[in-house]
């Protein structure tokens, strides 16, 4: 076996030259540690910052979009609108140009209207005439065919009664006129040579059937008497008549003449609404173009209104988002700060702002500023002294303490200004050195509370710097990376989250709390300016509408108006046509009465001539001549007359049929035409396709105004969007740096791992070697000098150099030792030390070492029972306080209930008390004889008394009191409510719900239940929803319902208190 031996200075001198070694490598592996360090943290930094403007970008980005979102629905509808627009105006275009070609049609047509009612109307013109002379023709015929049998009757007459009466000059007529009838009868007829004469011969009308008759006379009455007493009586009966024929045809006269006076009232009311009609045209005219210049001052005042609203709405969204910052910060804030003292700082606040404290200024936090890269020494060299309060006096600080302390409203550090003093510092004059309270922005009167915190650290290049300015200045020092060199000696330092400053989100909440001012107040501004300005657009827009709804209601009232004219005019014009065939009927009529009054009167004159004569019954041989001649004479009259009426019957049904095409037809249709050709709806169709047209240039400019913001915003969104991809790819690059310095650490982390393995390897050894070397023994003292003097050494070699056995080191000493001594003694002596040994091979060889490990147990194992003994005493004492505190609650609060017991159980039973019991059991006792059975059972707890209710009372006041087992069970329900109460009163509740708490209670219970739920619902403002079908309760509720059964189906209705009582006594009656 090959043993190598190290002397104590080779090791050493080895030692040192690895210790130098690894020096080297350990200050370049730092120092390329701390350059990828910084790297990352710069990339990490530059990726925060990055993810900061990328998130800001998405959220512009987002609210681009949805302002995009906005446009493009207010681009559409102003594209609906605009299409809508266009379409009215194409068709109001049409319509126009329909209306046109209607009036050019109707001029037209009115032309050949025109000529066809001329023609008509010269054709009627010559038909009337024709009419007329037919009309004459007739009458004279038929005038002919009556003058001849008046003649003759006359003849006859004169022939019968007698001669003599008979005057000369009538009889010449006669004859005359006779032998006129006889020769030419078809001839036309006049008699304006002798009127008397054919006045005379007109009333001879009838004579010749009375003739007839008369020649009968004779065989019809006995004698002149009889018949004149029959002739007067018909005399008498025609001038009747005739009397009621006279009435009419004053009557007929009264009536043409109101018909004539009606048809030129007619023509007037005709001629006075066309003058309206054309007035209120021009009217009409003038609204239209009112109404344009109304509508287009009320859309440019309400585009105006939409322009302020919108910036409105820009500024309160900017607000609301600058706050949403401001929230999201503190509340960062908040979780970076300790629980004490956020508590602390919030009750400060609320004590300041409810008590009207003043000379609070805040914690320092919130009074500092400085530049960014200072953010991380500050927060280091404060600490939680950021959150130290500057106050005025200590009064103040005292005050505010005794309300933490009444409130527990956490923990506060305070600096009173009067209290404090800024000391009195020399700090060193170099350019690697500088104070941090010059660094500071703060107000010049906090400066001694800032002196205490910040005044005694200065800010250092680099950790040697600190180092020294600490030793030799006795300063605090702290680098920009956070590294503390303490004037003590003590470094404090390492790996410090930029991204949980509370400087940094305390900046953050600051910057945007004053843009939310300034927002605000720029709102308010606004906010005012637009109030003066909207109230004056909404006033001129109300002004607007008001007018153009009047002006909107008066047009309407105008066209309705000018539409009822033309309705009067036409109805005007249909009573004037039927008033004409009223007065053509009247005429008529009036022609016929006065027929029949002339032949009454021949009548009369008839009857009254032949009265007086002498009774014949027989004719002359001339007499029936003339008569057998006349005869077949009347009766070619007669056809004649019927050819003559056929004539006049056709020529009046020509005429007929001509008024008739010209009233119904012709007339009215040239009344429509004439309509169309003056209609003003051309006015008012180009009037609206004005409006309509400035409304579609309006549209256009809307939709070319939004097509200018969506390209504006997309153009935002487009650029931002690039941005974005810019960002992204900085990420890239910077994922891509953090991934090679990811695999760089990964590549180190398995060199680390092999030289973990390699030392494992080398532990094991090194224990097996310490095994081998247990195995020889206790060594001398000597031995363990040199062992504990090399150990240091191995400590620095053994990661680099292969271990040899400590004992060889030992051997080495040895052998320095023996040097001199021959190999012959080292035999002997080696062999005498085995002999030895030899002797104490029954001797437990690790004796010492396991006395050395259970001496290392036992004394941890006393550390721990100590720690334990010591969390036991804790927890017990925790227990103990706790337990007490328990139970003084439950005491409080057991008298609270017990004393609102007795004085609800006194209000509820007259006369009667009663109150709660506290029963105690203590351990060993079997149980209380007043127990009550339905109080909790006892808990097994040892050294503990336990503790629980019984109720004792007593309702007639005498006597002894009862427990609940003793009681009925309304009496029960009244305890149980009196319970209920004293607990509400101890606790009031926002509402309760009885169901049916009177149906087991005495009426006298019930009265005073519902009264005092009466006075707890008016005192305590407290709500009691109840079930009940006792009256008691009803009399004293607020609102009742009823709950009605209908159709198998559960109704809930409201119902008088009325109603309830009778209900409530119709089913008491029922269930009795």
């Known amino acids: 076996m090959l043993i190598l031996v190290f002397h104590v200075s080779e090791l050493s001198d080895e030692a040192l030259k690895v210790e130098s070694k690894v020096e080297e490598a350990r200050r370049k592996v730092s120092e390329q540690s701390t350059e990828r360090y910084n790297s990352v943290l710069d990339a990490h930094e530059k990726s925060k910052e990055l993810d900061k403007t990328f998130k800001d970008l998405t959220k512009e980005v987002q609210i681009l979009g949805k302002e995009k979102e906005a446009i493009d629905k207010q681009r559409e509808e102003a594209i609906k609108k605009y299409t809508k627009l266009e379409l009215d105006y194409e068709d109001l275009k049409e319509s126009i140009s329909g209306d046109k070609r209607a009036k050019d049609d109707a001029v037209k047509q009115l032309e050949i209207l025109q000529k066809e009612i001329q023609d008509s109307q010269e054709e009627l013109n010559k038909i009337r005439p024709l009419y007329n002379n037919q009309v004459r023709e007739e009458e004279d015929i038929t005038r002919g065919y009556v003058y001849c049998d008046c003649y003759v009757v006359k003849f006859f007459a004169c022939s019968l009664w007698s001669v003599d009466t008979m005057s000369s000059s009538f009889y010449i007529s006669f004859k005359s006129i006779l032998l006129i009838l006889l020769s030419g009868m078809h001839a036309k007829m006049t008699f304006s040579d002798d009127c008397a004469v054919l006045y005379s011969i007109m009333e001879c009308e009838k004579k010749l059937s009375i003739l007839y008759q008369k020649r009968g006379r004779a065989t019809q009455f006995a004698n002149k008497a009889d018949r004149d007493k029959w002739l007067q009586r018909e005399i008498d009966e025609y001038e009747r008549v005739l009397s009621s024929n006279l009435t009419q045809e004053e009557k007929i006269e009264d009536e043409i003449q109101q018909l004539n006076a009606d048809i030129q009232v007619q023509d007037d009311y005709i001629v006075h609404r066309q003058t309206e009609i054309a007035d209120l045209e021009s009217v009409i005219s003038h609204y239209c173009e009112t109404f344009n210049q109304l509508k287009s001052q009320r859309d440019k005042l309400q585009d105006e209104r939409k322009s302020l609203w919108g910036k409105e709405s820009e500024l309160s969204g900017e607000i609301d988002r600058l706050k949403t910052e401001v929230v999201k910060a503190e509340k960062n804030l908040d979780h970076a700060t300790p629980g004490d003292i956020r508590r602390g700082l919030n009750s400060v606040r609320r004590i300041c702002r409810e008590s009207g404290i003043l000379g609070v200024f805040g914690p320092i936090i919130e009074l500092v500023d400085c530049d960014e890269k200072f953010f991380t020494a500050v ?171 009047k002006n909107d209601a008066k047009h309407a009232h105008d066209r309705s108006e000018r539409e009822q004219l033309k309705e009067d005019i036409a109805n005007a014009r249909k009573q004037k046509e039927s008033i004409s065939k009223a007065l053509e009927k009247k005429e008529k009529l009036l022609a016929n009465v006065r027929t029949q009054i002339g032949q009454l009167k021949a009548n009369i004159s008839m009857k009254q001539d032949e009265m007086g004569t002498e009774l014949v019954d027989h004719l002359t041989p001339e007499e029936k001549d003339l008569l ?22 056709e020529t009046e049904t020509r005429k007929a049929e001509l008024e008739t095409n010209l009233s119904t037809n012709l007339v009215r249709r040239r009344q429509e035409l004439e309509a169309v050709k003056v209609s003003g709806e051309t006015d008012k169709l180009d009037a609206e396709a004005e409006a309509k047209k400035q409304e579609l240039a309006d549209a256009t400019l809307l939709v070319e105004d939004v097509t200018q913001q969506l390209k504006r915003v997309s153009g935002s969104i487009d650029e931002r969007t690039r941005q974005l991809g810019k960002i992204k790819d900085e990420k890239n690059k910077l994922k891509s740096l953090e991934e090679s310095y990811q695999n760089t650490l990964q590549d180190e982390a398995k060199e680390l791992e092999q030289l973990l393995s390699n030392r494992n390897i080398l532990v094991a050894k090194k224990e097996e070697y310490l095994k081998k070397s247990r195995e020889l023994g206790p060594l001398s003292s000597d031995a363990f000098d040199v062992y504990y003097s090399s150990l240091n050494y191995v400590s620095l070699l053994y990661s680099k150099v292969d271990f040899v056995w400590f004992s060889t080191i030992l051997l080495g000493d040895m052998q320095t030792k023996h040097r001199r001594r021959s190999i012959k003694e080292l035999h002997k002596m080696l062999h005498r030390c085995n002999e030895q040994l030899q002797q104490f091979s029954h001797v437990n060889k690790k004796a010492l070492d396991q006395y050395v490990n259970f001496t290392e147990q036992r004394e941890e194992l006393q550390k721990r029972q100590a720690e334990l003994d010591a969390g036991d005493e804790k927890i017990r004492e925790l227990i103990s306080v706790l337990d007490q505190r328990k139970d003084e609650s439950i005491e409080r609060t057991f008298k609270g209930v017990a004393k609102h017991f007795r004085e609800v159980f006194s209000e509820l039973v007259q006369g009667g008390h009663g109150f709660l019991v506290m029963m105690k059991k203590k351990d060993g006792d079997q149980g209380d004889d007043d127990q009550d059975e339905d109080a909790p059972r006892v808990a097994d707890m040892e050294g503990r008394v336990e503790k629980y209710i019984g109720v004792k009372v007593s309702f007639t006041g005498q006597g002894e009191t009862q427990s609940m087992k003793q009681l009925s069970g309304g009496q029960k329900t009244v305890v149980a409510l009196t319970l209920i109460f004293a607990i509400q009163r101890c606790d009031p509740a926002p509402f309760y719900l009885f169901d049916e708490i009177d149906a087991a209670l005495d009426p006298q219970y019930r009265t005073a239940v519902g009264n005092m739920i009466r006075r707890l619902a008016d005192m305590a403002n407290t709500q009691f929803i109840t079930t009940t079908f006792r009256p008691e309760l009803v009399k004293v509720a607020d609102k009742i319902y009823g709950v009605k059964h209908k159709h198998r189906v559960s109704n809930v209705e409201v119902i008088s208190k009325e109603e309830a009582l009778i209900f409530i006594e119709q089913d008491q009656s029922h269930n009795v």
């Not at 930029?498 to 940094?504: A, E, I």
């Not at 057998?628 to 019957?649: G, H, Y």
């Open 379 to 549: 927060e280091v060299t404060a600490g939680n002294s950021l959150f130290h309060v500057v106050v005025e006096t200590d009064e103040i600080s005292t005050q505010i303490i005794r309300h933490l302390n009444a409130l527990k409203g956490g923990r506060v550090t305070f600096i009173p200004l009067n209290r404090v003093k800024a000391p009195q510092i020399t700090y060193p004059q170099s350019s690697d050195v500088i104070p941090l309270l010059k660094k500071l922005k703060f107000k010049r009167d906090f400066t001694p509370a800032f002196a205490q915190v910040f005044g005694r650290t200065v800010i250092c290049r680099d950790l040697d710097v600190a180092t020294r300015v600490a030793r030799t200045d006795g300063l605090d020092c702290i680098t920009l990376e956070g590294d503390q060199v303490s004037k003590k000696g003590g470094m404090t330092g390492g790996f410090y989250d930029y991204r949980r400053s509370k400087l940094k989100l305390m900046n953050v909440i600051k910057e945007n709390t004053n843009s939310v001012n300034k927002k605000e107040a720029e709102l308010e501004e606004v906010r005012f300016k637009l109030q003066d300005i909207l109230e004056i657009i909404d006033q001129k827009i109300t002004e607007l509408v008001a007018e153009q709804q």
């Open 628 to 649: 057998q001649r006349l005869n077949p004479e009347i009766t070619e009259l007669k056809e004649t007359l019927i050819a003559c009426r056929a004539n006049r019957i």
